[in-house]
């Protein structure tokens, strides 16, 4: 007999709380490596189980480098989650990658460091090696193009995302290198989540929401206020977008 499916949704920036869910109860779940970052709120969404966890806190305190991703990532899976939709806000390197557009990449190149990213780190678990040639799941990520196509919401499907460090913005020569070595999006928060989801065997996507072009893409400095208008109107078609995902056959 199959397990049900029971969605995550993992929200960043912008997407510390989820408007419309109807809310069941909020736990804060213990784990051996830890707490995760906020209370997993027990949900459904149109009719359908959802887990939802605000990566950064809610309210938003912690910055990328300090999150405890492998405590988030196991609560997650402690509670049974089959599936992980992550919400991460990013700035725009190609040309098409403008605010407020839409990517569901399909590659990864991770520039962080001193993260824990592993849980096969010989203390929590015995070394392992995970295949990572294809750190997003297809499937999942299929089914999320094809939800944004049935509401017809432009999005590119593939591209690279570049996880860095933070919480500082990069600049314009950091971005140029980032370019030269193929990336489309560059964001903070995407490693090691794509790894860690891989480790514990959950497929695992990602809709990447553009906030701002990136460091010497546009004219002027990037300022907070842009990035928050962004999000303010790129944030509801990421939700519509999960909402048709959720309702397909």
Request: proline share 7%.
């Amino acid at each position: 007999m199959s397990q049900p499916t029971l969605t995550a949704i993992i929200g960043g920036t912008g997407l510390t709380q989820y408007p419309g869910l109807e809310i069941e109860r909020e736990e804060l779940i213990d784990t051996p490596l830890g707490a995760p970052s906020a209370p997993l709120i027990f949900a459904s969404l149109h009719g359908q189980p959802v887990v939802f966890i605000a990566r950064h806190g809610h309210p938003h305190k912690f910055p990328p480098n300090k999150i405890n991703y492998r405590a988030n990532m196991l609560a997650l899976q402690q509670v049974g989650v089959t599936h992980i939709i992550a919400v991460n806000a990013v700035g725009g390197i190609t040309p098409a990658m403008g605010a407020e557009a839409i990517c569901i990449p399909d590659q990864i190149i991770d520039y962080t460091f001193g993260r824990d990213d592993t849980y096969f780190d010989g203390v929590f678990k015995p070394l392992d090696h995970v295949d990572f040639s294809y750190p997003y799941d297809g499937a999942l990520s299929e089914k999320l193009f094809a939800a944004a196509n049935s509401i017809e919401e432009k999005v590119q499907m593939g591209g690279v995302y570049a996880a860095t460090q933070g919480p500082r913005l990069e600049t314009v020569a950091e971005i140029l290198r980032l370019e030269k070595d193929g990336c489309h999006v560059v964001g903070m928060t995407g490693m090691p989540e794509a790894v860690l989801a891989r480790e514990l065997s959950i497929p695992y996507a990602c809709i990447a929401l553009v906030v701002n072009p990136a460091a010497g893409k546009s004219e002027g400095v990037i300022t907070m206020d842009d990035i928050y208008l962004a999000l303010e109107h790129g944030v509801s078609k990421v939700q519509k977008i999960i909402s048709a995902y959720l309702q397909q056959d």
